[in-house]
């Protein structure tokens, strides 16, 4: 028994020779090869820190990502799948220099608030089909180089290539009284919505410059005309304008991709979106406190109208085709 432990003890320091001698051979094996507890110790920089310096670039860029894309968060106020048959509307204060604008001209004009409405069925589907037929009939005879396209039915400017034209020089006899007849019976309705939730005398309401069909595509821009897409306010852009209206001849979604109308507000963190569908009716305010955009077309069609009412009587116009001599009844003192 004590001769054989000396035996166990050299078998025991045998396993230990073969233990240093299958690490050497791991080590062996393991060089060349990736390592983070080997290449650690001879880098400047830990893999540890290196992956913490990645985390962080990530959530830094994650942030400015957020940053920049802050006024996406976007609220529908009306999409194309619902009908709103009761109006839909959002109020608030009016702009000191809007309404005390108003106030000079025609006190009888100055809303009660502010703000911005939305409905449906205001104009019949065989009215939109109508003023759409009437609006590619008009557009027809020009378009623009870009992706927009305007028609101005008051005095017959027609987008053409990158300039516009007279199309009541150019086609005198394509528009007939039965088409501005409709248009004015059109007008006349939004005109009397927009007075009654106002709550302003619709007699010192008028329709004002330009009043207009738009067509827009998905045509890369040519020129500034055919940049529609940048947030403005209407009575910047319009300065007759005190309310502005818009009306839709077509479908988002199923007519034209992009160009939802949106809404921007709390220093561009939110935008209140209103899909266009036809027969569909947005009206607003039209200063600062309706800043708005429209998306840019990304594909197919996208066919709107767009009539703008003043308080001012000096800036009002006659009903499109009166100049054409359509309305024999209307005298001039009317106007």
């Known amino acids: 028994m004590v001769e054989a432990e000396p035996r166990r003890r050299k078998k025991g320091g045998d396993q230990n020779k073969k233990s240093d001698s299958s690490d050497q051979k791991g080590k062996a094996l393991l060089k060349g090869r990736f390592n983070p507890k080997l290449t650690d110790r001879e880098s400047l920089i830990s893999h540890k820190f290196l992956a913490k310096l990645v985390i962080g670039a990530g959530a830094i860029i994650y942030l400015i990502y957020r940053k920049m894309h802050a006024g996406e968060n976007n609220i529908p ?6 009908f709103v048959d009761s109006k839909r509307f959002q109020q608030f204060l009016c702009a000191p220099s809007y309404k005390n604008e108003i106030q000079a001209l025609e006190p009888a004009c100055v809303p009660t608030k ?3 409405f939305t409905v449906d069925g205001l104009v019949s589907d065989l009215e939109v089909h109508k003023l759409l037929d009437i609006a590619k009939k008009g557009l027809s005879k020009g378009g623009g180089s870009g992706g927009a396209s305007i028609l101005d039915l008051h005095t017959g400017a027609l987008s053409y290539g990158e300039k516009f034209i007279n199309l009541y020089k150019t086609n005198p006899d394509l528009f007939t009284r039965e088409d501005f007849k409709l248009y004015n019976e059109v007008k006349d309705r939004v005109k009397e919505a927009v007075a009654s939730h106002f709550n ?13 069909f738009s067509e827009l595509t998905g045509v890369p821009a040519q020129t500034v005309h055919d940049e529609y897409w940048h947030p403005h306010v209407d009575k910047e852009t319009y300065p ?6 818009l009306l839709y001849l ?3 979604k199923r007519d034209f991709t992009g160009g939802r109308f949106m809404f921007i507000e709390n220093n561009h963190q939110v935008n209140r979106t209103i899909d266009p569908k036809e027969g569909r009716v947005s009206v607003f305010t039209s200063g600062p406190e309706n800043r708005h955009r429209v998306e840019p077309v990304t594909g197919g069609t996208r066919y709107a109208l767009t009539m703008g009412f003043t308080c001012d009587p000096k800036k009002r116009i006659a009903d499109p085709g009166y100049e054409l001599g359509l ?6 003192d009317e106007l």
């Open 200 to 212: 302003i005398d619709v007699a010192k309401l008028h329709l004002t410059y330009p009043t207009f």
């Open 327 to 332: 309305y024999d009844h209307q005298k001039k």
């Open 114 to 116: 502010c703000g911005r």
């Open 77 to 82: 106020l009306a999409k194309v799948e619902e």
């Open 240 to 245: 007759s304008f005190h309310y502005t209206s």
């Open 250 to 252: 077509v479908n988002y």
